[in-house]
């Protein structure tokens, strides 16, 4: 559980986020496949979990009252679809399915509870682009809140709480008496239009938000937290995933606080779902085990076009990452993230080469990543201990890694540590390693993702103003 010094802390924190959040006048692009969501979605029939029997003290199982709400407003999705509403108490709960045309829409004293019992998590069979659980050969507990084969799913309210008491997991995990991978808090399989908005997520068993095989998702406006030492209990994960926007989120957690994915070795290739076309912005956080974004280290299906922008990561273990390894085959291209301010964080930016865990013998050790065209831009840090940790693999060379206009205040006296790695850099201090030394300008800035485009639309941005004008 989280102590009261961590709680008044992490309040404090998301208070003040919260009140630079209202003051947010959401402008999109044209182009962006980002929308403000619209949180009081009419849906023409509507029920509470009440009349099916729910009893909100924290004690009473709900498993039931929520499965038979859902199965009746089944009967609307075909008549502009149905909402339920879960009012203020404590609503305990096993894993429960959603449906196709739902809002489920919690009161701001609503707090979803997931159970203590693991045998009210079913287990479920491993995804195909995995191969086995992440954490065991076997299957793997299904999440809290689950769904697959959907479309048009809102999971939204007045900033309520889904609250996945994930320390018994945790605890679990530790002592490896568990038989089959923890669950996440939510996951949504397969799915189109899917929005996640308002809410604050609260101690997940294992990854918070978990959308795999979709498209068209949207989490925007969410909270989560977890203890700082909560092992795996990343924020948003966005796995084989395409038209994804995640927007205006404050995110505390054991692990990463995103983590964009697409299968795992050879399993991940062998499915080839990549995930693609992913916005994030306006994005605060921190960790101390893991990374405010990271790609991989599952990336066997590939990532490509990815533009972060308006990051703050402070007291954190690693800002940017890219995970991989020998056996991941796949690709990780077009990323862009830019206006990123940083305090406190152990390493601005890092690729790590040599991601150690495989899901058997059977992977092929010569299937090699393709790494190229990353682009990171306009980023400023006090209190750095390492600018970057760029490694690539032997004979597998990282290609058109591009930095420009970065100004790191760094306490180590090796600043930057570079293998394997080919690019270009501009207005990069401490100065960048060896292998990026020659500049952006003026004849590589085609090579840098997006830079041009960039440079001609956006002119000269005042780095960090987002958060002052908030």
Known sequence: MIDSENISFQLVDVLLVLAIFSHVTWTVKSSSHCKQAVSREIRPHSVAITEFGAVGDGVTLNTKAFQNAIFYLNSFADKGGAKLFVPAGRWLTGSFDLISHLTLWLDKDAVILGSNNSDDWPVVDPLPSYGRGRELPSGRHRSLIYGRNLTDVIITGENGTIDGQGSVWWNWFRHETLNYTRPHLVELMNSTGVVISNLTFLNSPYWTIHPVYCSH???????????????????????????????????????????????????????????????????????????????????SGGVSEVYAENLYFFDSSTAIIIKTARGRGGYVRNIYISNVTLAGVDTAIWFDSNFPQHPDELYDPNALPVIERITVKDVVGDNIKVAGLLKGIEGDTFRHVCLLNISLNVTSESPWNCSYIQGYSALVSPDACEPLKESVYPKHSSDCYHLSDHLRSSGNQNRGSWLLSW
């Not at 795996?232 to 964009?260: F, H, M, Q, R």
């Open 217 to 299: 998702v949207i989490v925007q406006n969410v909270t989560i937290l977890a203890p700082l030492d909560s092992p795996n209990t990343d924020g948003i994960n966005p796995d084989s995933s395409d038209d994804v926007c995640i927007e205006d989120c404050y995110i505390s957690t054991g692990d990463d606080l995103i983590a964009i994915k697409s299968g795992w070795d050879e399993y991940g290739i062998s499915f080839g779902r990549p995930s693609t076309n992913i916005i994030i912005r306006r994005l605060i956080g921190h960790n101390r085990n893991g990374s405010g974004i990271a790609i991989g280290s599952e990336m």
